[in-house]
């Protein structure tokens, strides 16, 4: 088990360096597809050995081994949106988009329970639950889409692998900043302070979305529907 914690944690500090490198390098270039590959590779180790971990030492499964699931998905999905398999399984993207909603249906399940009855699984508030619940099955519709209509193109795509990628850097410096925040020295354990790489995180992703879609589409509007001004 101590071989567990010891890759558990050294994966998850090598997501968490080459995420936020990938995350802040120019898009395209080398070294944002280098680190890149080395936080797909880094999370799925830290998910796979996060949830053995808290099934065989039950360490909040409920919520762990459901955040494990999705952050793994998130990951794969993110990766093969830009790199497809040369001749990927036909039940891939379908079997991918069940697991999506099944671990949003599981979490909000438990959310709803803990709102309703007032039982919490592993006394872990409703909230958590009922969040990434709703963000799982959003991911599910997602791929539904791409299941009925095809691989997304354009700044679609972009857009889909950024947010999940992005998305799994999230619950990572999350899990990491705020949820052990206990192993931080504590002049520096201040939650504000710790929030900040988190909160850099979203606001990145939220950026790199106007950017990919909403910017993209004013421009458009702007080049094909009607003159542009000096």
């Not at 270039?29 to 050995?49: D, I, K, Y």
């Not at 671990?103 to 409703?126: H, K, N, Q, S, Y």
Request: glycine share 10%; charged share 15%.
């Amino acid at each position: 088990m101590r071989v567990a914690y010891a890759v558990h944690i050294l994966a998850g500090a090598l997501a968490l360096l080459s995420g936020f490198v990938a995350l802040y390098a120019r898009k395209g270039a080398t070294l944002h597809r280098r680190s890149g590959t080395l936080f797909v590779r880094a999370m799925l180790t830290m998910c796979a050995f996060g949830t053995f971990i808290a099934i065989a030492r039950s360490v909040a499964p409920a919520l762990n081994v459901s955040m494990g699931v999705l952050t793994a998905y998130l990951v794969v999905t993110s990766l093969t949106t830009v790199r497809p398999p040369a001749a990927g399984p036909r039940w891939l993207d379908p079997g991918l988009m069940l697991v999506a909603f099944a671990v949003g249906g599981t979490m909000l399940a438990f959310g709803i329970e803990a709102l309703v009855t007032g039982r919490t699984r592993d006394e872990i508030p409703a909230l958590p639950f009922l969040l990434f619940g709703v963000i799982a099955l959003l991911a599910g519709a997602g791929d539904l889409r791409v299941v009925r209509s095809g691989a997304r193109t354009g700044a679609a795509r972009l857009a889909r692998h950024l947010w999940r990628m992005s998305f799994a850097l999230f619950i990572a410096a999350m899990s990491f900043f705020i949820g052990q925040a206990k192993v931080f020295p504590k002049p520096v354990r201040i939650l504000p302070l710790l929030a900040l790489p988190v909160l850099a995180v979203l606001a990145t992703m939220l950026y790199w979305l106007w950017r990919v879609r909403v910017r993209r589409t004013l421009r458009g509007l702007v080049v094909g529907g009607a003159p542009r001004v000096a």
